[in-house]
Structure formats: C-alpha cells, structure tokens
C-alpha cells in the first residue's frame, strides 16, 4: 500500500475543509464563483494554487438537477481543483451553525456562556463528518496525503483512520485549543480528542495551545506524550506547533502595484484626516469589534487635541449572519458606531468610517498600507493573520504601528508590537496614544522586524514544515510497525527456538508478564502465568529469569515453586538455582542510608496526594501512580533534581521508572543482573529477553546482537528490536514457543 521511497513533494496533497475556497451561488441559473473570506482559505488559497493539490468541501450551494451538479463540478474540479461536498439545510443548521459555532466555536474561544449543547446538533456533527469521510475514501489514492483542517472536522481523522489504516492523515486546528478547564465542560470531549487522534500529525498555532491539547489527553484519556508523541496504539501521533503564515509578498508587492495607488489616492481623498486607524475583522464576538469601538471612544474623549484630526475606519466582513446572536451583534455594532459619530458631530469629519462588506484585495491592501495604526484586539484569536497582512503591507512604507491583543495567537510572535490586553478600554485608549506618538524611526525598527519575521515563516514554509513533519511521521510509522512481532518474525522465532540448544529467556514482570494495576499489590501472579512459566521451565533446554523491581519475598513467594531463576530488586538480589539461595549481587551492599532519606520521600509523599513509599531491603520505591497526573509528574522531576543533588558522590543513584521514582545502591542495575547469565560459562544460542520499561533498557543494552529484545508497549524511544502490543500479546507468544 505504502511507497515510503517516494518523494514527499511529490505526494498529491489532499485538502479537506468545512467551506471550499471559492463559494458558489447560482444567478438567474448562472453560477457565480467568487474567493471565500476567511483565515483559512486567505492563507491556503496561495498554497492551493500553486501546488496541484485537490480540496474537498461545502461549495455553499446545492444543484437543483442533474444538469446543474455536473456544471458544478466540472467548473469546481477544471478550474478550481475542488470536490464538493454538499450540505443539505438541516445540516447546515445543525453541523455548522449549531454544533459547530453554538458549541465549538464559543467553547474553545472561552466564551462558555454562549455555548449550547444539543445531542441532535453532535449526532449531525458525526453525520456530517461521516459525508466528508466518504467523500475522501471515493477519491483517494494510496499514495496521498490528506490535510483535514479546522473543528468543523475534528472527527474525521479517526473516522478515516478506521477505513484506511494506513493512510497518511494530518490535521490542523486554525482556533485556539482551550485550556483542560474549559475543555472538559464539553460532553463529547473524549470522542473529540479520539478524532483528533486519528491523525498522524496534529498542528496548533501556538505552543499554549499544544500544551492545553496534551493536557486534556493526558487527564481525559490517561494518554501521556513523549518527546512531543501521543501512543495511540500501534501509532505514534506527532503534535507540534505550527504558527500559520501568510504569502508576504503577495501583499508587500501589491502596495506599489498601479491598481492599489489608485486606491490609496482615492482613500486619502475620501478620508481627508491626518490619521488613519485601521480594523480588520470578521463580524464575530470574538474579534472585540464593541471594546475596539469604546477604546476609541475613550481615546477621543482623553485626548480631545486628536479630535477632527484622525478617522477609525472599521471594515467588518459579514459572517454567521444566520446566528442570532452575530446578528445582535451586528446592530451593537451599528449603534455603537452612531453613538460616537453623534457624539462628536462636527461637520466635515467622521470619527468613524464604518464598512460592512467584503473587500477585494486591492481595495484591502490599499486600507493596510494607508493606515497609520492597525487595532487589532481579539478578545480571542487562533492566530489572526489580518496583523500579519497589516504587517506585510506596511513593509515597503514603514510608518504603520500595530496595536494587538494579548490573547491574539499572533502576539506570540509580534513582540514589537503594542500589546494590549483587549478588555482594557483604558489600556487600548492609551495604546493608541502612545502609538501615533512613536518616532518615524522606531515605527520603521519594530515594523522592519516583524515584516521580516512574517516574510520568512510565510505560508509556503508553514505548508512545507507541516507536510514535511506529516512526511517524517509516515516514515517513523512505516518503520515501526515493521518491528511488530507478528507474521513472519513471529515464525522466525519459533524457528530459532525451535533449532537452540542453549536458551536464556530475560522476562520483567510488571508490565511485562501481568497487567499494571494501581497499586503493587494488587498485581499476583495468576493461575495462566504460572502454568506459562511451568511448561517453559520444564524444558531443560530453557533457563528461565524472572527480572524484576520487586522485593525479593513477593517474587519468592509468587514463583519459588516454578523453579524459575530470580533477580529481585532491579538487581540487588539474585537467585540461581545452582546458588539455591538469594544472594547480593554486589558483596558489601548496604542500607543504612535508608534512614536518612525516608524523610524525604515522606515530604514528598505528604505533599503529593495519592503517592506512597514502598520499601525494600536495599531500595526505597516512591510511587505515583494514583496521583493527579500533571503534579504526579512534576513532583517526581522535583523529587529526583533532590536527590541527585543530595546523593551526588555518593554511593547511590535515582532511577524514574514506570510511575515511580527508586532510590537504589549505584552499580546494580537490571543490566549489570543480566549479565549474571548472559556472560556464564553456558553456550546460549537463543536469547530472549522482554521488558516494558525504562528500566529494562537497561537489559537491552547488554544484549547480545543475535538476541531478541522486545519493548512492551509502543515506545518508539527504546533499544529493543520489536515492540509487542500488551501482556497479553506476551504471553501468546510464550505459550506459541514450540515445545521441543
Ligand atoms: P478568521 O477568524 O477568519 O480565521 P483571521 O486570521 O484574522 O481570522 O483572518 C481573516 C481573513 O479575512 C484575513 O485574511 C482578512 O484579510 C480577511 N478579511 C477580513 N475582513 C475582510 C474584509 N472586510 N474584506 C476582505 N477580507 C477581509 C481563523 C482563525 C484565526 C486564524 C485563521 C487562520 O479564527 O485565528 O488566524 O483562521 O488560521
């Protein structure tokens, strides 16, 4: 199915998006094509261009006949590279204006009160997903990438998944991803976060966006991520941050393009102030389009020597506007507006020069490069790319100040900028002082550095960054599971076990031969376990050792009587049947020290509910397993910095473990143990040896190469050969080993 060798470029990119980038309506039985305004499709459109990729979405219309549906798509797929995917009205209603921005859109912008929950919208929410599912399956080809983009389709990467396993699935969220406190309130969040992980690869604005996403999959799902990577089973899911660009030059050449000085000279003439200031926002409660108008307000009330000198020109793109409450909005918006021109009515000037329309990329480019101050202060923002525009724009003229939200995901980047927090009013009326008060100099220092920030991470490297991160992902993942034991090594095993004389099978316990459970002692070995472990024993061929964290009592008692080998302890204790008795592995051992540092595992555990200390004869064990999952976490890298520092030049050391945290003496490790057997006398022409965690890597690293090393649980990060799924699997594959 897969062609790994290929080139990633020359991979066919598979766009998928809740709108198409161009909208369809139909005149007197006409279609009428033009650009859909929006972040996403601004952005990806230059993309779409110029590579041939192909986008799957909602046209806006649905066809009337079947003569209709083939102009449509011929039209759509000939000169637009699009697939449509139609809607009917009921799924509009519900998918997108419902679920989708009464629910979602509200929700991960951390306006939770707007927020309606309503089982029919989510059911339609899947359904429509599904339609878009479908769609992909009929069009893909095994060789493609898919680009699921945006909450619209927060489903569809697991939908996908599940009917093409093997296909290469990014997804990336163009609003922010909320903190887990906000997250959590939605009653569908752990199938969200599934869908989600459908994905190879899952891009974010931000980092604090990335962090929130691992956040709610550890707490709401128990998955943890390493180094970045989520486990989703026999995949490993890359979430990284990715802040969307835009094409720079497109704006920055178009300010000295002859049509866009036209419209500057008509701008300066129909705005005959000394200032310009500038918004830029679709029509949304998120945008602050009211506290960009108070500020303002404020702003002439504070600094009343600026009055009839300078013009707020407010362009708003409609949106939603069959969403009640945008259309509530939209007439505060209008009062709002009538309430401050009236306020300061003086003939021959307008405070505010509000437009309500979409603008064409002229006119738009003509405002930016014109406008003395950009005010652009989202209560809430993904990214907001209009400041990025702003900023490409003013690149050549140099003169422009930008004014910009906190909570905008640009300001993460735009640290020239004048940040504000947007519900400020008093802040933001000051702002806007402070900025037409900034030098022509500094205007054009803090200017230059951002335009040439946005120039460089434009959207041509965020597209390439992001494919080429999908592109590594697909071949990490065809690698891996490549080292699952299954089909043919699983026959080369038997056949190697089946051909030795000599065999050493190395086996950890927990994790490894029996499930995890929450606390130790609540694991025992079971009756199937035992019978395992009998049978291989019985073989004389076999030598058998159980290697284990374990105190040496617990180990006894649970398998003294398979006859089965012991090293207890991570190492301090050995048993060898030809010893036939536990013995120190290193002579002279001692634990005296053990006195001295309860205490502060004890403190620990006082100050980490959940957490207990477990003690061994040469060991001390802090587990935490049972405690919240972030402070368990960061307790336990603060408790092991500790003891590091007070155990350096001594002779004992810390090991992380599986959800624990173990004080042990230095020179014994679960290694050092194997070697116990691994360098006797005994000529092993079969070794096996079977762990899950970070501990038995170090069983790993003394292998021989002929051995088989086997890494429980899918942790790509390990220097075991092959990966087995569960405990389960490891036991099927001990009871499969061919009696000989
Ligand atoms: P949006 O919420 O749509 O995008 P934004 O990033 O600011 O927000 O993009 C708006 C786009 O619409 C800009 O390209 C702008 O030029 C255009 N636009 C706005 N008003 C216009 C007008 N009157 N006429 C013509 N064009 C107009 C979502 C997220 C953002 C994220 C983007 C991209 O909400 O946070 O930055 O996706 O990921």
């Known amino acids: 199915m897969f062609a790994p060798n290929k080139n990633i470029q020359d991979k066919r990119i598979v766009i998928a998006s809740n709108r198409l980038p161009v909208s369809v309506t139909s005149k007197n039985g006409n279609l009428q094509i033009t650009p859909s305004v929006g972040g996403l499709t601004t952005a990806l459109s230059s993309f779409h261009s110029k590579k041939a990729s192909l986008w799957v979405g909602w046209p806006g219309i649905n066809p009337t006949s079947s003569q209709h549906k083939k102009e449509l798509e011929e039209t759509l797929q000939n000169n637009f590279n699009c697939l449509p995917v139609y809607l009917s009205d009921s799924d509009l209603r519900k998918y997108y204006y419902g679920f989708s921005n009464r629910t979602l859109w509200p929700l991960f912008h951390y306006f939770s009160s707007y927020c309606t929950f309503d089982a029919s919208e989510w059911e339609t929410y899947q359904k429509v997903n599904q339609l878009f599912c479908r769609k992909l399956v009929e069009t893909l080809h095994p060789d493609d990438m898919v680009w699921i983009h945006d909450y619209h389709l927060l489903l569809l990467p697991e939908m996908l998944r599940e009917i093409m396993p093997d296909a290469t699935i990014g997804f990336f969220l163009h609003i922010p991803f909320p903190s887990m406190e906000i997250f959590r309130y939605l009653p569908w969040r752990e199938e969200i976060l599934q869908g989600m992980l459908g994905a190879d690869l899952i891009g974010f604005h931000t980092y604090d966006y990335t962090r929130h996403f691992f956040s709610s999959a550890l707490r709401l799902l128990g998955k943890e991520q390493t180094y970045g990577k989520i486990n989703a089973g026999s995949r490993m899911v890359t979430v990284e941050t990715f802040p969307m660009g835009i094409d720079a030059e497109k704006f920055t050449r178009a300010v000295t393009s002859p049509a866009v000085k036209k419209e500057k000279i008509r701008i300066q003439e129909s705005v005959n102030t000394e200032k310009i200031i500038l918004s830029v926002d679709r029509l949304d409660f998120t945008k602050g389009i009211p506290e960009h108008l108070k500020a303002f307000e404020r702003f002439l009330e504070k600094y009343p020597e600026w009055q009839e000198r300078i013009t707020y020109v407010l362009l708003c793109v409609p949106s939603r506007t ?419």
């Open 322 to 740: 069959k969403v009640q409450e945008y259309q509530q909005l939209k007439s505060d918006i209008d009062e709002l507006v009538g309430k401050i021109n009236g306020r300061f009515n003086v003939p021959g000037w307008l405070p505010v020069l509000y437009m309500y329309r979409s603008l064409p990329f002229e006119e738009l480019s003509a405002f930016y490069s014109t406008a003395d101050l950009a005010l652009v202060t989202p209560l809430r923002d993904g990214m907001n790319l209009v400041a990025k525009e702003y900023l490409a724009c003013q690149d050549q003229v140099g003169k422009g100040v930008l004014v910009l939200s906190e909570t905008a995901g640009a300001a993460a980047e735009l640290s020239e900028a004048v940040i504000v927090n947007p519900r400020n009013i008093e802040m933001m009326a000051e702002a806007i002082a402070f900025g037409l008060s900034v030098p022509d100099d500094e205007k054009r220092e803090r200017i230059g550095l951002m335009a040439q920030r946005i120039k460089k991470y434009n959207i041509f490297r965020w597209t390439d960054d992001f494919i080429h991160h999908l592109g590594r992902n697909m071949e990490d993942r065809i690698q891996n599971q490549q080292r699952f034991l299954m089909g043919k090594y699983q026959n080369e095993i038997h056949e190697c076990y089946k051909l030795a004389g000599k065999r050493l099978l190395l086996l950890d316990f927990d994790g490894t031969l029996v499930t995890l459970k929450k606390r130790p002692e609540q694991v025992r070995p079971d009756s199937e376990l035992i019978k395992i472990l009998g049978k291989l024993k019985a073989d004389p061929k076999n030598t058998i050792v159980i290697i284990s964290g374990r105190d040496r009592n617990y180990l006894a008692d649970w398998l003294g009587d398979t006859g089965v080998e012991m090293v207890a302890e991570h190492g301090a204790w050995i048993y060898k049947s030809t010893h036939g008795d536990w013995y120190l592995s290193e002579p002279g051992t001692t634990n005296q020290w053990k006195e001295s540092l309860y205490p502060v595992l004890e403190q620990f555990s006082e100050r980490t509910p959940g957490s207990f200390i477990e003690e061994k004869t040469y060991a001390l064990a802090w587990h935490y397993r049972n405690t919240d999952p972030e402070i368990g976490d960061i307790r336990a890298n603060e408790l092991v910095d500790t003891l590091r520092t007070l155990l350096s030049g001594t002779h004992l050391q810390v090991l992380l473990g599986n959800k624990v945290v173990e004080i042990k003496p230095s020179g014994v490790d679960k290694g050092k143990a194997s070697l116990k057997w691994l360098e006797s006398s005994e000529p092993w022409d079969f070794i096996l040896a079977v762990g899950d965690d970070w501990t038995d890597e170090d069983i790993f690293a003394v292998l021989p190469e002929k051995a088989w090393s086997i890494k429980v649980g899918f942790i790509p990060f390990t220097k075991a050969d092959y990966f087995l799924k569960s405990s389960n699997d490891v036991r099927s594959l001990l009871k499969s080993l061919p009696s000989t």
